[in-house]
């Protein structure tokens, strides 16, 4: 997988304008370091319905030009490129990993975007028709969008509180078709929330990435992990915190850290987890769109 932190790009764009200026000096040079642009505004998903719902977070652009990587670029992106004429963009959609800016990376389970275009050195060209789509070889073990009348998660004997569904409008996640969100409360300072996937799931291994996406407004923070078993013993293990929200937002969780550690694990459970915050208001924990994905 390729990861690409903030900081790394800094480094070469700062060393990048630099040589632009140092080398800008000899006249001889100066049509060569004259750059086209490309523009590309945003990137869009695509599903089907058998692959959930559309609802995407893609933050960056990774871009190839005849094979020969350019940049990691955050969207909306206007990328300069020292060259001319027609070329071939392969451009790679990339997200934030866990959530977390400063580590970035290609998502594996998208498809590329080929574009055939031909660059002017000073002008821009805007790339259109930028939607992808899901792999042709990504798996979906889980689904769950809370629209069915049974629920795929359950508590555990150490909730308090149970999940459930809401269909407020002033509450459940904005999407086209969507009628219900999982909503769970935390009032007393007491509360404990701690909730599993009914289903047990084995995860591939061979470094193979697996991955949960899902969508949450929350007002405190919130534990996502994993159970599973291994060598008879049933062991759970936090992968991350999710820090509160105002408004709804999209994360791809790594999920493959355990199976690629612990070959020999099994029967892997999604659980989700909080404790209320002392003294403050009701927590109040909204999801939707859960998805467990892998190739």
């Not at 590329?112 to 798996?139: H, P």
Request: overall charge negative; some cysteine; aromatic content about 12%.
């Amino acid at each position: 997988m390729e990861i690409f932190t903030r900081n790394k790009l800094l480094l070469i764009s700062a060393i990048v304008f630099q040589l632009i200026f140092l080398y800008g000096c000899e006249p001889k040079d100066d049509e060569d370091l004259v750059p086209s642009y490309i523009h590309i505004e945003n990137i869009d998903l695509n599903t089907v319905y058998q692959q959930g719902t559309s609802s995407s977070k893609i933050t960056d652009a990774w871009i190839y030009i005849d094979g020969t990587f350019i940049g990691s670029f955050e969207l909306p992106a206007t990328v300069p490129i020292l060259t001319s004429g027609k070329e071939t963009i392969n451009i790679r959609p990339g997200i934030k990993l866990n959530g977390i800016s400063n580590t970035r990376s290609v998502y594996p389970f998208f498809t590329a975007l080929n574009k055939e275009v031909k660059l002017v050195k000073d002008s821009v060209v805007n790339i259109s028709g930028t939607t992808v789509n899901y792999a042709t070889n990504v798996k979906f073990p889980w689904l769950e969008s809370f629209e069915n009348s049974s629920l795929s998660l359950d508590t555990t004997s150490k909730s308090t509180v149970g999940i459930s569904k809401t269909s407020d409008p002033a509450l459940v996640f904005p999407e086209m078709g969507n009628s219900y969100s999982a909503i769970v409360q935390l009032a007393a300072d007491t509360a404990i929330f701690e909730a599993v996937t009914t289903e047990k799931f084995d995860f591939p291994g061979n470094g193979n990435s697996i991955f949960l996406e899902m969508n949450y407004k929350i007002n405190q923070e919130m534990v996502v992990g994993v159970f599973y078993v291994s060598k008879g013993l049933r062991v759970q293990r936090p992968l991350i915190v999710l820090n509160q929200t105002d408004e709804w937002n999209k994360v791809y969780i790594n999920l493959s850290v355990p199976k690629y550690d612990t070959p020999s694990a099994t029967d892997f459970q999604i659980f989700f987890g909080a404790q209320k915050n002392s003294g403050n208001t009701d927590a109040i924990f909204l999801l939707d769109n859960l998805k467990l994905v892998h190739l």
